[in-house]
């Protein structure tokens, strides 16, 4: 049986810009960081206002922890020849919560779907290779609930399994948030269900 993958992969800040040259058209590769539609729209803009000039400005982009949503948009290139190129780049290196934009400055001579294609994939493979790539755990956050006399028990278990805790709100009536990496949840749920005095919730 396959296990669900608990991990993805993003890049930490913006790439720096990179150019491929075809035939006296110029592309010029971005990636970024986003975790919005409204974030890649104002990414998008930005690039507009700074290559007025360009001809077209075409991107993908992929969001969520779990590769949820994806766009591919060809700006008026020929249909798949440039938004889809892209986005295989975004499959290739298996990455999420990330926008690439090629900004094409039209040379005076026509490429053909074929080279556009080309240019459009190397373009965004350029801007991804020169993007620092992580990999991060997809986690799920529990609120744990206990009175303060139970607080030893629940900190070796916290200490045991090696959690984090987000936050934690240490009275008579003691609240912690902690984050469990996704493929350990089910477990860690079922030790505090079964820790006498302690309630768990998944937020």
Known sequence: ???????????VKPSQEVLYKDRGSKFFGYAFPVASEIEIKNHIDQLKKSHFNARHWCYAWQLGKSYDSFRANDDGEPSNSAG????????????????VVVVRYFGGT??????????YKAAAKMALEA???????????????????EMNTVMRIIKDEKLS????????????????????????EDIFNNTYKVSIKKL
Request: glycine share 4%; proline share 2%; net charge positive.
């Open 1 to 11: 049986m396959e296990t669900e993958k608990d991990t993805y992969k993003t890049i």
């Open 84 to 99: 889809m190129p892209i986005y295989g780049q975004l499959q290739s290196f298996d990455i999420t919560n990330c926008l």
């Open 110 to 119: 026509k490429l053909g779907v074929g080279r556009l294609i080309q240019a």
């Open 131 to 149: 993007s620092k790539i992580v990999e991060r755990t997809i986690d799920v956050s529990f609120l744990l609930k206990f009175d303060y006399p």
């Open 165 to 188: 805790i987000d936050s934690q709100k240490l009275e008579m009536n003691c609240e912690i948030k902690i984050s469990v990496r996704k493929k350990e949840a089910q477990k860690i």
